[in-house]
């Protein structure tokens, strides 16, 4: 370690130690956690306007404070990207908001899309030491958005420094969090880094999964332009596959490839009626509106809408996707899910906002059937009542039907939302690739390498269905090691 980075450190710890001074564990637990302000909810489903409205500077001060910096901290162990959660949380609690970016910065290369969409409870707050204590744990989510759209607004963050090139060219296929969090890790260690995306815009999953009251394309957009300042090239429009192949990247000099091309491909359920006119995917919905502008003034993109609609689902796109129905005009939205509101995959921020904005759930019923009407067009929808039995493989209960208890509902739009699986094109492209038999690459889970010693693969590619957070934990760890490897290539 140089002198500086020395002086650095012990610096850091004499204002720690006077932070926890300052206040002891006593004062520090008895502070509620903060409440992060929200929309109303009869105005935000007239908009698109962002529902969370992130928290004041005293607000961050306040629950900065909370924090114990516990000498071994668990919040690290539960954060995919390693973030010093500890360290950035301090820098905070004495004011410097912009040191305290820098540090999430060090690690993260999305982190005000990350302090909005990442299931915090389940991950770094799971492991918050409030917990045995039988409190809130600290709002680390609420925190990292906070320093991140700090640093946007006030530029407190320090300039990119010029990094030295090394001469080596990695690509990146896909634009998603797992892409764009490899391109940041690459760059910063001297790479000639471009991405490729196949669509008409960065940012993938970003961008035309996730609606925008819940991550603004303005966000996202400024978390690319950050890699921009860095040096990572991006091209749109390019599919990996088709307008340029895997051969053609090498004979372009490219000497490392992270494949990160997603889960594009809709799963539907296979029952009665699911090509009646007024059933789409939950993919294809949220593209439409999310990416191409459907039902925004200046936008001629078509999209299906409704005055009964019905989404069959219980994750974060369920949510995303009868939220979104909702600002285009349903009057009844419905979220059908087979199993109790429990065990739904969603965040529970989710369906608590959903349920605000007046969503209806139907909890335990499955859909059986779709009836048209003479055009062709879905007019009801049969669902089968269900009840929880026996766990299944992944230790949630398995649903069951119950006899005879099936009934018909109204439904003019449906869309569906029970999972997606991996886009097969790039695979597919590429002689020589290991692939599962659910079309994911097949890695080492420890080095994230392919069965092809210069192709990694990270993230929906590999996962069938991750967060964003895993995802970008996946470009992280990809990018280590390739790097390893390429470095013993100098």
């Known amino acids: 370690m140089e002198n500086n980075d020395i002086l650095a450190q012990s610096r850091a710890e004499e204002w720690r130690e ?197 991550l603004p394309n303005a966000i996202v957009e400024t978390e690319i332009d950050g890699l921009r300042a860095l040096g990572v090239k991006f091209i749109k429009d390019c599919i990996v596959g088709k307008t340029i192949t895997y051969d053609d990247l090498h004979e372009e000099g490219f000497k490392g490839i992270f494949v990160a091309s997603g889960a594009g491909l809709p799963r539907f359920m296979g029952i009665p009626g699911e090509n009646l006119n007024g059933i789409m995917s939950s993919n294809e919905y949220l593209t439409r509106i999310n990416l191409m502008g459907a039902g925004t003034e200046g936008w001629d993109t078509p999209v299906l809408k409704g005055e009964n609609v019905a989404i069959i689902g219980g994750g974060n796109t369920a949510m995303d996707s009868v939220r979104t129905a909702l600002r285009a005009g349903a009057k009844r939205a419905m979220l059908i899910y087979r199993r109790g509101e429990d065990e739904m995959p969603a965040r529970a921020e989710e369906i608590k906002h959903a349920k605000e904005e007046g969503v209806e759930f139907m909890t335990l019923h499955n859909p059986v059937e779709y009836l048209g009407d003479e055009k062709g067009r879905v007019c009801a929808m049969r669902v089968q009542r269900m009840e929880l039995g026996e766990p299944d493989a992944s230790g949630r209960r398995s649903p069951v039907p119950v006899e005879g208890a099936i009934e018909e509902i109204p439904v003019d739009l449906v869309i569906v939302s029970v999972g997606v699986s991996p886009n097969p094109l790039v695979p597919r492209s590429i002689d020589g690739l290991e692939v599962s038999k659910r079309n994911t690459i097949v890695v080492n889970e420890d080095t994230m390498q392919s069965s092809l010693a210069d192709l990694y693969a990270g993230g929906d590619i590999v996962r069938g269905g991750a967060t964003v957070i895993l995802a970008m934990g996946d470009g992280r760890r990809a990018a280590l090691n390739m790097h390893e490897a390429l470095s013993k290539q100098l």
């Not at 770094?124 to 204590?133: A, N």
């Open 18 to 214: 006077e932070l926890r001074k300052s206040k002891n564990a006593k004062e520090r637990t008895s502070i509620p956690r903060v409440k992060m302000p929200e929309l109303d909810p009869d105005y935000r489903i007239t908009c698109k306007e962002e529902v969370n409205q992130g928290i004041t500077e005293e607000m961050a001060l306040i629950e900065a404070s909370r924090c114990l910096d516990c000498p071994n901290p668990q919040c690290v162990t539960g954060c995919p990207v390693n973030i010093n959660i500890p360290g950035f949380i301090k820098n905070i609690e004495r004011g410097e908001f912009g040191q305290a970016l820098n540090t999430i910065k060090k690690t993260s290369a999305l982190p005000a899309v990350c302090g909005r969409v990442c299931p915090q409870e389940k991950q770094c707050e799971s492991k918050c030491m409030y917990h045995k204590m039988g409190k809130e744990p600290v709002a680390i989510g609420y925190l990292e958005r906070f320093a991140a759209d700090y640093g946007r607004t006030h530029t407190t963050a320090e300039k990119p420094a010029e990094i030295p090139s090394n001469g080596i060219k990695v690509a990146v296929v896909g634009s998603g969090p797992a892409g764009l969090s490899f391109a940041g890790d690459m760059i910063k260690r001297g790479y000639d880094v471009t991405v490729f995306e196949a669509l008409h815009e960065i940012g993938g999953v970003l961008k035309y999964g996730i609606p925008e009251f819940r």
